[in-house]
């Protein structure tokens, strides 16, 4: 190990974190000081935030890998790629946000600091070297999101789903925390590093309670991910809570979960993964198949979305599944889990600005399908918009969602899982259905939709499509990006 | 005093564990199942310190404080969560909370 980094200079490397808990911290006491909030000064000091911790993990990027606070945290590649996705993924939320709480009569300062903690721990979960980090990283991002699904008190929607989130949250934390206690009993460390020389060395001495761990984990990081069959909280709480919330937990939350899981199946388990793989693929499998055909049967476009974000965790299951069985270096493939996720990530953000118009004048969100009749002709700009992100997600060309795909199942077969490559497929197939239906009803429906004007949320949605665009036709450099941060963490 | 071995460490913590599991499985009051989950930490708790002890190591301990720290701040939101849930609907039934549903 040699010796170990001052605090001060893990301080510095981890600076992205603490800039977020600082402003946390800030704009708590601020909200406690000002009432009413002022929204702009809050929203505008949230933005920047944000925006400044990306510039930060920028100019981190390109160095090589280093470990902070004793080898708690890894800053390297795939850290900073995922960290780089979560942070967009919170800045295009609180884009949509500020005129959304202010339509459903939300006006409280306590948002933007919650986001903020959220984002942090989202941040240590993408760079976390270790267990305990992870499942404290998890725990921080959790907590911060039970509170902001019940952020509207009066809601009993939205506190409803705060308190299935919290509960399954809370269960799904614990399994995973067993897991934790059962890996560290085999291994007699929670370091992943360690972890995966005790298991290069033949496994311990408890190969029994080593498996038992690693099924635990599994399980937690199922619920965590919502794969099948740990998915069934996501369709209510993604209803219920607000929009913006909703947004940020169908992209920034996943975006972490699925990082913090690549990291222990790929940097961790990589040695046992055969022990792995098998429940992997099922899981994997189920998901895609679950998660695309309930999403058929659905007529609110939140819950559209949260089973799409299901079949989504599939996909990128099937990534994880693939690059631990190995061989999808050699097809050029590897870096398909981290340039899904991004796409994953902007269809998803630039969906959900539109669906953040979709509030009544009471202050009530209504998202049902039938309430985008009409919008081709009444709101050009909007269909247009949401029809690239749909388009994206259904996986069609020339958006940054089939390039994705692409790489996606090339990757699958390149490491031998055909079978796991055409159950995807079917999914996909079935997935089409349910992308192209809100299409129809924007084009193909008279209608008079009643959308409320907002002019952030429309930045939202142009940037994303653009670059859901542009990063169709052009891949090329983020693939780069992508394939260096995977190779980081394999090593 | 005879020190006490790993295993009967785990089993203890196995049946807190489950019976954790059981009654968030089967429980309908929001605030018993809120006290299953916490049964369940604690048995991951009893876990650590098992192990800890085991290897000689120290860092077992200490992830039993971290983690009863991470369940207190859980408690303070869960609990607020239920009391909001008990403003709105006058009740902490889980079986009434079917608003949603596709």
Excluded at chain 1, 37 to 49: E, I, V
Excluded at chain 1, 79 to 84: E, K, T
Excluded at chain 1, 455 to 466: E, K, P
Aim: net charge neutral.
């Amino acid at each position: 190990m040699g010796s170990a980094p001052p605090v001060l200079d893990s301080v510095i490397l981890a600076a992205p974190l603490m800039l977020l808990a600082l402003m946390g911290v800030v704009l708590m006491v601020a909200a406690a000081v000002f009432r009413p909030m002022p929204r702009l000064p809050f929203w505008g000091a949230s933005c920047l935030t944000v925006a400044t911790t990306l510039v930060l993990v920028a100019l981190g990027s390109g160095k090589p890998a280093t470990e902070a606070f004793s080898g708690m945290l890894r800053i390297d590649a795939y850290g900073n790629f995922f960290a780089a996705v979560v942070l967009v993924s919170g800045l295009f939320s609180l884009l949509i946000s500020d005129s959304y709480m202010e339509r459903i009569g939300v006006r409280v300062g306590e948002f933007y600091s919650l986001v903020l903690f959220a984002l942090c721990g989202m941040l240590g979960m993408v760079y976390s070297n270790d267990l305990m980090m992870t499942f404290i990283s998890l725990e921080v991002m959790s907590i911060a999101v039970y509170v902001l699904c019940a952020i509207k008190r009066s809601d009993d929607r939205a506190v409803e789903s705060g308190f299935k989130y919290f509960i399954l949250g809370a269960f799904s934390s614990a399994i995973l925390l067993y897991g934790v206690a059962f890996v560290y009993g085999a291994t007699g460390s929670t370091a992943l590093p360690a972890i995966a020389h005790t298991l290069r060395e033949g496994g311990g001495e408890a190969a029994g309670i080593l498996a038992l761990g690693g099924a635990l984990l599994l399980v937690g990081f199922g619920f965590k991910v919502a794969s099948v069959p740990f998915h069934m909280w996501a369709p209510d709480v993604y209803q219920g809570a607000p929009t913006a919330v909703t947004a940020l937990m169908a992209s920034g939350v996943k975006a972490a979960s699925i990082a913090a899981f690549g990291r222990v199946v790929i940097g961790a388990m990589g040695d046992d993964a055969s022990n792995w793989n098998g429940a992997l693929w099922w899981m994997a499998a189920a998901t895609m198949l679950v998660g695309n055909l309930a999403a058929l049967a659905q007529n609110d476009l939140k819950r559209i979305f949260a089973y799409s974000g299901i079949a989504h965790a599939g996909y990128l299951m099937m990534a994880l599944s693939s690059v631990a069985a190995g061989g999808a270096a050699e097809n050029g493939a590897i870096g398909s889990l981290a340039f899904y996720m991004l796409a994953y990530v902007l269809m998803n953000a630039g969906a959900f600005a539109v669906l953040a118009l979709m509030t009544t004048s009471e202050g009530d969100d209504a998202t049902d399908i039938d309430r985008l009749a009409g919008l081709g002709r009444s709101h050009p700009f909007l269909a247009a918009g949401l029809s690239v992100c749909l388009i994206s997600l259904a996986g069609l060309p020339p958006t940054m969602g089939f390039i994705g795909k692409f790489y996606l199942f090339s990757a699958a077969i390149g490491a031998g899982e055909v079978g796991l490559a055409f159950v995807g497929a079917i999914g996909a197939a079935a997935g089409v259905y349910y992308y192209l239906r809100p299409m129809v009803y924007m084009y193909m429906r008279e209608g008079s939709p009643d959308m409320a004007v907002d002019g952030r949320a429309r930045l939202a949605l142009g940037l994303t499509s653009a670059l859901l665009l542009i990063f169709g036709l052009m891949p090329s450099a983020i693939l780069q990006w992508a394939n260096a941060s995977m190779a980081s963490v394999l090593g | 005093m005879e020190a006490v071995g790993l295993v009967p460490v785990l089993a203890i913590s196995a049946i807190l564990f489950t019976l954790g599991v059981i009654g968030v499985l089967a429980r309908k009051n929001a605030l018993i199942v809120f006290m299953s989950v916490e049964l369940m930490l604690n048995a991951v708790n009893l876990a650590f310190v098992g192990f800890s002890r085991q290897h000689a190591a120290l860092d077992g301990h200490v992830f039993a404080i971290l983690v009863m720290a991470v369940a207190a701040a859980e408690a303070a939101v869960g609990l607020a969560l239920v009391i909001l849930l008990f403003r709105n609907r006058v009740t902490v039934k889980l079986d009434d909370l079917d608003r949603m549903r596709g």
